[in-house]
């Protein structure tokens, strides 16, 4: 039987094991996926010494804290500095981003087309920041990344009126808003939000987020993660099943 698994802290509402599980019953794979929520990165190596995987996912808050650990890195998710996918083959690992896969799929499912879009605000600077980032820099998508906490990016007291009217995408990152903590919202300039604006947030529990709802009480177009998450995790298992490393 072959191993799959999750690692990220905390997994208590974690989309992928039931998703993997499920995929496995109905197909008759002779394989498991569990989740491990492991509270510092540095156990990751005494996990992969237990247990034999052959791959593993993993989400916040490790996506970028994983990358020393692996011995090899895809170039995308090199340019990303962020892994979600791990390969296991002849006791080598191998990190991929699947999470670009899934991004930028689902993006155009909202948008339609790139060019409809004048500029993109992307909310948080994580590994799903970066990939977020990478999508919108191929589709030729300007855009600037507003953080809380990292004084190199746009903070939300400096989005003012006109940055709102330079941009029709405002992309979610953060976990705020994520169950159990469905109350919190990021602190934006809502009431500038209308009917031309397109909002994107990368979390699906709950399916609307108070982000997502503030923007549908205004009649921005909105969608949730979950599309997302079903790519990147379909793009995981065809990673781990292909034959070379």
Not at 194 to 220: S, V
Request: charged content about 25%; overall charge negative; aromatic content about 12%.
């Amino acid at each position: 039987m072959k191993n799959f698994g999750l690692i990220g802290f905390p997994l208590s509402h974690s989309f992928s094991p039931a998703y993997f599980e499920n995929k496995f019953k109905r197909e008759n794979i002779n394989a498991n996926y569990k989740a491990y929520p492991i509270d510092d990165i540095n156990r990751y190596c005494e996990l992969i010494e237990n247990v034999t995987f052959s791959g593993l996912n993993v989400t916040i808050p490790y996506k970028e804290k994983i990358l020393p650990f692996l011995d090899e890195i895809d170039e995308v998710a090199k340019k990303i500095g962020a892994v979600n996918t791990i390969k296991f083959n002849k006791g080598r690992s191998k990190g991929y981003n699947t999470d670009v896969f899934g991004f930028e799929v689902s993006l155009l499912k909202l948008i339609g087309y790139p060019e409809i879009i004048k500029g993109a605000l992307v909310l948080g600077s994580g590994g799903a920041s970066h990939a977020v980032c990478f999508i919108l820099e191929k589709l030729n998508i300007p855009h600037q990344i507003v953080s809380r906490n990292d004084t190199r990016y746009l903070g939300y007291d400096d989005i003012t009126e006109k940055i709102c009217s330079d941009i029709n995408l405002i992309i979610n990152t953060t976990p705020l808003g994520m169950s159990p903590n469905e109350d919190k919202r990021p602190e934006l300039p809502y009431h500038w939000l209308n009917e031309n604006y397109f909002l994107y947030d990368l979390i699906y529990n709950p399916e609307k987020t108070i982000f997502l709802t503030e923007g549908l009480k205004r009649g921005c177009k909105i969608k949730n993660g979950h599309d997302m998450l079903i790519l990147q995790a379909d793009k995981s298992w065809e990673i781990w099943n292909q034959p070379e490393m």
